[in-house]
């Protein structure tokens, strides 16, 4: 396998992305994915954020174990939260949930700052190292239970969470700018709802389900809860 196969199979995942996105626009409300978001995708080489021995499936359209019992989501789930994010090139944006640092990835490509956090040390380690190695400088990573958000680069304008826990977590709301938003799963394990929160100018947060998920459980976090001023 090389650098032409890799493209070849980023074309065909853009293109199988694009297909399905139009079959669930009505449960996207949209018609069509944001053009930015599916060039950041046929740009990022999705096979470098996964382990090598499954590097050949990276492209096909499901979650790809990254080890730890945890997974890379599939292509569609990180195209459509990453749209319904609604990125500017000068918001700074908090990941939960680095695993190998494919999200971050794409998010740092549309986005001007990436503070990513993940509870697992090693997969941290490993995403500092495949982030480094193609080259994005404006993504940060800690290691730590991402109920508890990064009180340290807090508000953010945007904030992404790719482990379901069962309600939304405080400390991320807080962490959320006014006039910020949030994309997260929520729920009980097999009743998640894929939810976009938003935080008008007054502070006031107004919730939308989207579709219903299958995600990992975000534990409750015994770190002290941020307000933000």
Do not use: C
Request: proline letters at 7%; a neutral charge.
């Amino acid at each position: 396998m090389n650098a032409k196969f890799f493209e070849e199979q980023r074309r065909e995942m853009v293109a199988a992305i694009r297909a399905i996105a139009e079959r669930i626009a009505a449960e996207l409300g949209k018609t069509a994915l944001d053009e930015r978001v599916l060039r950041a995708m046929a740009k990022v080489p999705r096979h470098e954020f996964v382990p090598v021995e499954v590097q050949s499936y990276a492209y096909l359209n499901r979650p790809i174990p990254i080890g730890f019992d945890k997974t890379i989501s599939q292509p569609l789930m990180v195209a459509v939260m990453t749209d319904l994010l609604e990125l500017k090139p000068d918001d700074t944006v908090l990941e939960i949930g680095t695993g190998l640092g494919y999200q971050s990835a794409v998010l740092a490509e549309l986005a001007g700052r990436v503070y990513s956090v993940e509870i697992i040390d090693e997969l941290a380690q490993r995403a500092v190292q495949r982030l480094k190695r193609q080259g994005y400088t404006n993504v940060g990573v800690r290691v730590g239970n991402g109920y508890a958000g990064w009180p340290k680069h807090a508000p953010f304008d945007k904030v992404m969470v790719t482990a379901a826990p069962d309600l939304i977590p405080p400390p991320l709301i807080n962490q959320l700018k006014a006039g910020g938003r949030m994309v997260i799963p929520v729920g009980l394990l097999h009743a998640q709802q894929l939810v976009v929160v938003d935080k008008d100018l007054n502070g006031k947060i107004t919730t939308k389900e989207i579709m219903p998920v299958l995600f990992s459980v975000l534990e409750e976090s015994d770190e002290p809860e941020f307000r933000a001023s």
